[in-house]
């Protein structure tokens, strides 16, 4: 047991090393807050309103968004849940296209 005791020292003391080092190299964790948009608003009922986007955006900044098309529209959709990762499930895409073609299409 008493062996297992400097060689715990000797890795504590390399761990440590490692993190001062990296300290000194300008290195440092901080906290980020991000404080999403709030609303009042509420998107207009109809078909594909109840998975219309509202999990990352407000109903505010979605009513905000300029009239596109549907293959824009259908272009935006995408970005957001292939490249954003935001949490759409493929079978609702069509319909929340349709949705934004209907509230806020230029089609």
Known sequence: ?????????????????????????????KSVNVDLPTSDRVLPDGPGADVACLACHSAGMVLNQP???????????????????APVDPKDVDAIVAYFVRIAGTD
């Open 1 to 29: 047991m008493g062996r297992n005791v400097p060689m715990f020292a000797l890795v504590a003391g390399i761990t440590l090393s490692t993190f001062s080092a990296t300290a000194q190299n300008g290195f440092s964790l």
């Open 67 to 85: 009239a596109l098309s549907k293959a824009q529209w259908q272009a935006e959709v995408e970005k957001m849940r292939l490249a954003y990762r």
